[in-house]
């Protein structure tokens, strides 16, 4: 963070090459050079960067393990910046989670394991990943952040669950294929991604970094659209085409406390009241018969 209290932040809207780690992580050394040049402070990368996204049967050979070298390789990538990679992590039980990991200092700082995985349409996700089963913020040099990997940030508990625990900005890898058209033509995937990320920004009041892949793949078209929003909604940087490119945005970050003196939603949230609620609907819904 510079001394004006500003970050800026790089978003790598690449296309990874289908379980080619080796070609990927050299890819990796490469956008981290041109962020590292461009002055990025956080460089994030989509969702399954290192491997690719349909892996179907290549998942167990595209793993890779904490203690594997590999990590020490990726935590070398953040010496002058943080670094987000999108990776497949294989557990000592041999479970496979599609996860993304933040480092900062060299270090492995954070490892967030998708938790809501798609099995509908195209999408079979569940058939080889096992799926996560928390939402953790973590401290960072610039305030405190979350990450959602793609189909959590569909789950509206996902991004408020990361609020309550002090977020300041939440970052969304994803893979996500274009489908659908709009009314005026424009690209239905797009559209709703760019509505759901700026709702949350906004009722949250946090910042919403969301960087998507591009390029084919098994007959599936990724359509970028990498964006970096403000806490008031407002798009602050995005790449609307569907090619590589380094998108890179400048975060004021004292806009996170303007808004949320502006706009006190988070601190008027009855989060008691919230909890009682659920406890009532979950206890209300089991003993529903089937």
């Known amino acids: 963070m510079s001394q004006d209290g500003r970050l800026t932040v790089a978003l790598a809207q690449m296309d990874p090459a289908l379980g080619d780690r080796n070609r990927n992580l050299e890819r990796h050394r490469d956008w981290v050079r041109q962020a590292t040049e461009a002055g990025a402070q956080l460089l994030v990368f989509p969702e399954l960067s290192l491997t690719g996204y349909f892996l179907k049967d290549l998942v167990p050979e595209s793993a890779i393990r904490l203690e594997d070298p590999i990590i020490r390789e990726l935590g070398q990538l953040a010496q002058r910046l943080d670094v987000v990679v999108g990776a497949v992590i294989e557990e000592p039980d041999h479970r496979y989670f599609n996860a993304s990991l933040y480092f900062s200092h060299g270090q492995l700082a954070h490892l967030h394991r998708k938790v809501y995985l798609p099995t509908y349409g195209m999408f079979d ?48 890898p994803s893979a996500s294929p274009g489908r659908g058209i709009t009314t005026d033509e424009r690209l239905g995937t797009a559209e709703s991604y760019g509505l759901v990320c700026r709702t949350y920004a906004q009722f949250l009041t946090t910042f919403f970094l969301y960087c998507n892949r591009v390029g084919y793949e098994d007959g599936a078209n990724f359509w970028g659209g990498s964006m970096a929003i403000g806490p ?8 609307e085409d569907a090619d590589e490119a380094l998108v890179l945005a400048s975060l004021d970050l004292g806009d996170v406390r303007r808004q949320r003196l502006a706009n006190p939603l988070l601190r008027d949230e009855k989060l008691e009241l919230t909890i009682n609620e659920l406890r009532r609907v979950w206890h209300e819904r089991s003993r529903k018969p089937f």
């Open 232 to 239: 008031n909604g407002d798009i602050i940087a995005q790449e």
């Open 125 to 172: 996700e569940q058939r080889y990943f096992a799926a996560g089963d928390r939402f953790r913020s973590f401290k960072t040099d610039f305030g405190r952040a979350g990450i959602l990997v793609c189909e959590d940030i569909w789950h509206l508990s996902s991004a408020y669950i990361l609020s309550l625990e002090g977020a300041d900005m939440i970052i969304c």
